[in-house]
Each structure stands twice: as structure tokens, then as C-alpha cells.
């Protein structure tokens, strides 16, 4: 099976895709937020293991709402979807409870709502992270079962651009975003009691465009861009310090980043190169990053590109082809197909004679096999036995059936008198796999009450 990206398009009507965001169900099937721009409406499609089934979220009424997409899925496989309303520049929160949607503005004052980035705690309570404009602030929303909590977590000069949050294990929320006034990546972690800052990268003008995800000890993993010098960067904090790295330096990438980490605690990071208008995916292996180009047609990824693994650890993106004033909603795997299922292979027998006389000498039984979906020249012979016990002594093909002759005499000697006697042949196909088939035949002893 191939291991290249597998790519289509999910939503062609219009002007669509941009501002998705892309997350995995317990099945591996893709759910994707993303806004409709042409109707001004937040959609959502999801693959149901046959097709895709897109439908309209959110209308805003004759209003701009999907702006900024994020989605997360809850123990039930429901989504869960954070978005600015544009036209009432508000920050909505939008969730499937199986049976409908139900909408709501989770803050509303003043001009918020922008950047958000939504993840669920441990008992599938959503935590929002976002730009408020009107006072160019880093702020952060949180249900609590019965209310939602808003804070503003930094609002030290321009900051909040392009954040993006994660939430570990003790449901605490930790958040990448970008310092304006400074040009630098910050992070904020709340620790039960307080929030912690800290500067990542200074270098110039960096952290552009953060995605977040944690390791399984709950250390934080950033992917990023690097405005100065147009780069791809990484940074993971180790438990003791920060690392940073440029991933990407090939003229012109890193923006529009998404991160997710394998089972390893790898990350995997999809990007946009701006140069060539691409697509792209780095992926660190244990000692390197491997780089690829995922689509380089039209003018993939702009606006977003939101990036998730199945159980398999296999990349699943979500973006926009932005091409000839068209957009289309677009998604690549590099998933493998599965299998075709297999025909069903069905084994008959005939037995020849149909009525056995035990006080008969003849030397042969003669079995007819045949197959349907599969070549009985496919059979391993030397592994037939008839009644469990008998091999065959001779054999050949006539066509597509296999003549096979039994002992006639050591057979009478294992059956019985009857007139529906079930005769049984077993064996294996060439690759190991067994079968069974079946036919009923009469047993007589003339003379023998």
C-alpha cells in the first residue's frame, strides 16, 4: 500500500475553506471547521467512512460569522467548534450534542474574538484562547460546567496575535501567542493559582502564527514563524529549559503553522510556503526533520492549515486551495487506503458416486472440487484429506475443478449405512488459509437388515 499524500477536495461551492481546523475521531474519520465566505457562514464537514457530509453551523443571519475556526472533539466523538462572529466582532462557541447544535456568544464586549483556539479538559469542558482587539490583549474564556469564566491574561503592550492553547492533564491551560509590541513568542501557563509568563524566542521578529500541543508529561511543543528571517521554527521546552529550532529555511515558509505530536512525542508541522504557494509538512524522526510538499497546486494553505494524527500516527490536513479566485475547502492523508474487503470464496464438492454400495469392489472414489471468487489452482493438494483421514491417490484438473481420487475400500471402511451421509473434504489454499466442503451421499449394505 502507497504511503503518498492522498488529497481532495471536501467543499467546492464558492468561495470556501478558509480558517479550518481539522481534528480525529476514535474512528480516524476527519472532522473540519472552516468558514464559508461567499454565504458569510461557519460550516462543518466530517467523513462518515463512506463520504463527506458537510453542513452550515452557524448563518449569522445576514452577518460574517466562522471567522478563526477551532475544533475539538469530546469523548463521544462531538464537536466543538470556537469562531468570531465578524459582523458583531464577538467570540461564539458552537457544540454538537448529538442531536443539534446549539450556538452561543461567549464574550461580547468590545471588538474580540479573533485568533481563537479552543481545546477540551478531561471532562469535555472547552478552554478558548484569543485576541481582544479593542484592548490588544491576550484573553481566555473557560466553561465550567455551569458558566463561562473570561480573563485577560497579558495585556503588557500588543499581544494575543495568533495564539493557540492546549490543556494537560490536570485540566491547567498552557498558551503560545505573539508579543507585537516586541516581535517576540511568548508563553503563558496557568499553574492552579497564577499564570506564568515567558518570553521563548526574541530573535528578532518571531511568533507568528503559534500552534501549541503538549507531550505526555505535559511539556509544551510550538511551531512557529519567523518574520525576519521567513523561517519555519520549532521550540519545545525539555522540562528544564527551551529549544529552538528552524525546521524550514527554504525562502519563504513557516506561516500559517499547525503542530501535532506522534505517539513518540514527535512533532509533525504543517505550513505554507509562501515563494511557491505550497503546502508543506515537516516531520522529525528521532535525529532529523524530514521535509515535504504536500500540494503545490493553486495556492494552497493560505489563511490556515490545521493539522491532526489518527491512532496510526498518520498526518491528516486540513486547508484551502485558494486558486483563479476560487477557493475550495481541500484535505490530505497520508493515511493508508484500506483493503479492499475479500470476495468470498465458496468451496463445492461432489462426490462421484452419489450412492456407495459398501459391498462394492471398486478401486475410486472421485471427488469434483470447485471454486467461486478463487482458482482451485490455487489449492495446496498435499494438504486434502477426506473425512479428516484419507488422502488422495491421484489428481488433476480438468478446467477450473480438481478431480481428486480416494481409496474407495479404505473409505466403505470408516463410514456408516445412510441415506444423507455427510462427506467432508478439508485443506489449505497456497497462502495458508483453510477450507471445508461439504456434499451428502447414500451408503447402502444390500442384504443387511
Known amino acids: 500500500m502507497s504511503s503518498d499524500w492522498r488529497i481532495e477536495v471536501v467543499d467546492s461551492t464558492n468561495f470556501v475553506g478558509t480558517y479550518s481546523s481539522i481534528a480525529i475521531d476514535s474512528s480516524d474519520n476527519p472532522h473540519v471547521s472552516y468558514y464559508d465566505e461567499t454565504n458569510g457562514d461557519l460550516k462543518y464537514a466530517r467523513w462518515n467512512g463512506t463520504a463527506w457530509s458537510i453542513e452550515t453551523v452557524d448563518t449569522g443571519g445576514d452577518g460574517f460569522v466562522g471567522w478563526w475556526t477551532s475544533i475539538a472533539l469530546d469523548r463521544n466523538d462531538n464537536p466543538h467548534i470556537s469562531y468570531r462572529d465578524e459582523t458583531n466582532q464577538t467570540l461564539k462557541y458552537a457544540r454538537w450534542d448529538g442531536s443539534a447544535w446549539s450556538l452561543e456568544t461567549v464574550d461580547l464586549t468590545g471588538h474580540t474574538g ?56 490536570v485540566n491547567h491551560p498552557h498558551i503560545s501567542y505573539n508579543d507585537g509590541s516586541n516581535g517576540d513568542m511568548r508563553y503563558a ?205 491421484r489428481w488433476d484438473y480438468q478446467d477450473d475443478v480438481l478431480m481428486l481420487k480416494f481409496n474407495r475400500q479404505e473409505l466403505i471402511a470408516i463410514l456408516e449405512v445412510g441415506e444423507s451421509v455427510e462427506i467432508k473434504l478439508g485443506g489449505k489454499w497456497k497462502d495458508g488459509t483453510a477450507f471445508e466442503a461439504f456434499d451428502y451421499i447414500r451408503v447402502i449394505n444390500p442384504g443387511k437388515k
Not at 134 to 151: F, P, V
Not at 202 to 208: F, I, K
Not at 324 to 333: C, I, P
Request: glycine share 6%; charged share 20%; proline share 4%.
Open 189 to 393: 501557563k496557568w499553574n492552579g493559582t497564577a499564570w506564568s509568563f515567558e518570553v521563548v524566542d526574541s530573535a528578532d521578529w518571531v511568533g507568528l502564527y503559534t500552534s501549541i500541543a503538549l507531550d505526555a508529561d505535559g511539556n509544551p511543543h510550538v511551531s512557529y514563524h519567523d518574520m525576519t528571517n521567513r523561517d519555519l521554527k520549532y521550540a519545545k521546552w525539555t522540562g528544564s529549559t527551551w529549544i529552538t529550532q528552524t525546521v524550514d529555511f527554504t525562502d519563504d515558509v513557516g506561516e500559517f503553522t499547525s503542530i501535532a505530536l506522534d505517539s513518540n512525542g514527535f512533532p509533525r508541522i504543517s505550513y505554507v510556503k509562501w515563494t511557491n504557494q505550497d503546502l508543506k509538512y515537516a516531520e522529525w524522526n528521532g535525529t532529523g526533520w524530514s521535509l515535504e510538499i504536500v500540494d503545490s497546486s493553486g495556492w494552497p494553505g493560505i489563511y490556515s492549515t490545521s493539522i491532526d494524527l489518527d491512532s496510526n500516527d498518520d498526518p491528516h490536513i486540513s486547508y484551502i486551495d485558494f486558486d483563479a479566485f476560487n477557493g475550495d475547502l481541500k484535505y490530505a492523508t497520508k493515511a493508508e487506503l484500506a483493503p479492499p474487503e475479500p470476495e468470498e470464496v465458496s468451496v463445492s464438492l461432489d462426490i462421484n458416486p452419489n450412492t456407495l454400495n459398501l459391498k462394492s469392489k471398486g478401486r475410486w472414489i472421485t471427488a469434483y472440487l470447485s471454486a467461486e471468487n478463487a482458482s482451485v489452482h490455487d489449492i495446496n493438494v498435499s494438504t486434502i484429506l477426506l473425512q479428516d483421514a484419507l488422502a488422495p491417490e
Open 114 to 169: 479573533e485568533w481563537t483556539s479552543m481545546a477540551l479538559d478531561s471532562n469535555d469542558n472547552p478552554h478558548i484562547s484569543y485576541f481582544d482587539r479593542g484592548n490588544n490583549d491576550l484573553k481566555y474564556a473557560w466553561w465550567n460546567g455551569t458558566t463561562w469564566n473570561i480573563e485577560t491574561v497579558d495585556s503588557l503592550g500588543y499581544v494575543g496575535l495568533h495564539s493557540s492553547i492546549a490543556v494537560d492533564y
